[in-house]
């Protein structure tokens, strides 16, 4: 157990208890990264080819003459992105659950549905089961992604909340990793290595399951459904500290303001409701294209596209896994100390010069069919880890903190739902275009996200306000109403933040 610290007036402690709670949520995170991981390995096992997409292994076999365009098939990215038009959809769902019921029991049908999934796709004889098995994974994503990072920047202590919340893509990356690993073995047990690969899906979602009746609820969430002094006790429990008044106070009158709105997503469409809107899609859509997915998706096709042999390639993307997961590390490190903007914008810096260093490499020496050579191709991986390296302490982590963290009460739920289903709707939109997009736009498409780069760099650092150290629940007085910009559109709030009992944070 910690010492007792006192930020702005609330006091926390950090609790076994709360560690676990922590932790167990988290494993949302390993939920979603699995799957990432698990598609494209699957995706590149011949085995799983011949049995489900039989034209494009003959494509594939003839494939000699192009190396951009061997894997261009529509079904085979239908494969991989039908999970993510049924995440889209449910997230919405979730976030109906998310306010009724409370964040726990939304994250206890996660683990069920992606349980569901994982069985199935495992056991899969048709396409149709493994398209039905990847819809059931979705519903999983959906729900898990909208419950679990708000959860966590809920039960969180402000000083820790950026560090919380970042267990989650940690999660997301060790299950990433954990993926590769898995099909690196899996690819070599003929003919049913592609079974195991997507049956152990099953395992992060059992951690799941018993995390979730194991956590406890958040009070934000107690409160606003009129369990107010289970709220309390909880806020004390997960404090560590007896002295919890002025941050309860903040919360009640935060849920004040959350009863009265009947409908949010009609309150989301208010003026002053646009900053946190706006931001929250926009960090979701920027970070699907910084081109994360086209490498975490295809990594194992692409490093084949560049001309490395089958295991080489998996071994690669279980290289750029490892540099995943320890750069993630630096942002949970990172974000209360240094903020979510200078992580934002250093990395913006770094993608840009690795995502063009790429494309002129393979714009110069891969022409057709021709691989690159050992040395280049090598260059190549690094220059692929410096890219995964800088996303994974910034756009990866924070795409997912700042939304959850930035909108009011009364529309946190609907509001960050509008983020989650963005970025399952560019994930999905990036999974399904990028085989192709490789296919036509060649070498280019690395110049193409290079160039949203630059546009995110922009954005941040104008319109992106740091939210390092203010309460969760003080954001619109804190944040919203400070902004140069975004304090024009506020003047039309009337929600009652509580923020008078509570001294200013610095
Ligand atoms: C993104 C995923 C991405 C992953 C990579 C997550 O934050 O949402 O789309 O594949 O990071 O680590």
């Not at 954990?178 to 899996?186: E, K, Q, R, S």
């Not at 290289?319 to 979510?340: A, C, E, K, M, P």
Request: proline letters at 3%; hydrophobic letters at 50%; one cysteine or more.
């Amino acid at each position: 157990m910690k010492k007792i610290e006192k930020v702005g007036g609330f006091e926390s402690k950090i609790t076994v208890y709360v560690v676990v709670c922590w932790v167990l949520a988290a494993c949302g995170g390993l939920m979603f990264g699995y799957d990432i991981g698990i598609s494209g390995g699957v995706t590149a096992m011949d085995d799983f080819l011949i049995k489900f997409f039989p034209a494009v292994y003959q494509r594939k076999l003839r494939a000699k003459e192009d190396n951009y365009c061997k894997y261009d098939n529509q079904y085979l990215q239908l494969f991989t992105s039908s999970l993510y038009l049924a995440a889209l959809v449910s997230s919405f769902a979730a976030s109906k659950m998310c306010s009724k019921l409370g964040r726990k029991p939304t994250i206890f049908v996660a683990s069920a549905f992606f349980l569901c999934g994982s069985l199935l796709s495992a056991a899969a004889q048709r396409i149709w089961m493994i398209i039905l098995a990847r819809v059931l994974l979705g519903v999983g994503v959906g729900f898990g992604n909208e419950a679990v990072p708000l959860f966590l920047s809920e039960i969180a202590p402000v000083q820790h909340r950026g560090a919380v919340n970042i267990l989650f893509q940690l999660f997301i990356t060790i299950g990433i990793l954990f993926a590769n690993l898995v099909n690196y073995g899996a690819s070599k047990i003929h003919p049913w290595g592609w079974r195991l690969s997507l049956g152990l899906a099953s395992l992060p979602a059992a951690f799941l399951f018993v995390g979730s009746v194991v956590i406890i609820e958040t009070p934000a969430s107690l409160v606003e459904r009129n369990q107010e002094s289970q709220g309390l006790s909880t806020l004390k429990k997960i404090r560590g500290v007896e002295d919890v008044d002025a941050e309860f106070e903040q919360i009640k009158m935060a849920c004040e303001a959350a009863r009265e709105v009947k409908d949010p997503f009609k309150r989301l469409m208010k003026r002053s409701s646009m900053p946190p809107l706006i931001i929250g899609v926009m960090m979701q859509v920027f970070q699907q294209f910084t081109g994360i997915n086209a490498i975490m998706f295809y990594a194992p096709v692409l490093f084949q596209t560049v001309g490395f042999k089958n295991d080489a390639s998996l071994l690669s993307s279980v290289i750029t896994g490892l540099v995943n997961v320890f750069s993630t590390l630096v942002s949970i490190y990172g974000v209360d100390r240094v903020g979510r903007r200078k992580l934002l914008l250093q990395a913006c810096v770094q993608m840009f010069i690795s995502q063009t260093a790429i494309g002129a490499i393979l714009l110069v020496h891969l022409k057709g069919s021709n691989s690159l050579d050992e040395g280049l191709a090598g260059l190549v991986v690094v220059l692929v880890c410096l890219f995964v390296m800088s996303f994974a302490w910034s756009w990866g982590p924070l795409g997912w903190l700042i939304p959850s963290e930035t909108f009011p009460l009364e529309i946190r739920t609907s509001g960050f739902a509008c983020a989650v289903s963005s970025n399952m709707l560019f994930t999905f939109i990036i999974a399904q275009a990028f085989l192709s997009m490789m296919c036509h736009m060649r070498a280019f498409i690395f110049f193409f996200f290079a160039a949203w780069i630059v546009v995110m760099g922009l954005f941040v650092l104008f319109l992106l306000p740091e939210t390092k150290n203010v309460p969760i629940d003080a954001m619109v007085e804190r944040v919203w109403k400070q902004h140069p910009v975004w304090k024009r559109f506020m003047d039309d709030y009337d929600g009652k933040e509580g923020v008078k009992n509570v001294g200013m944070i610095i």
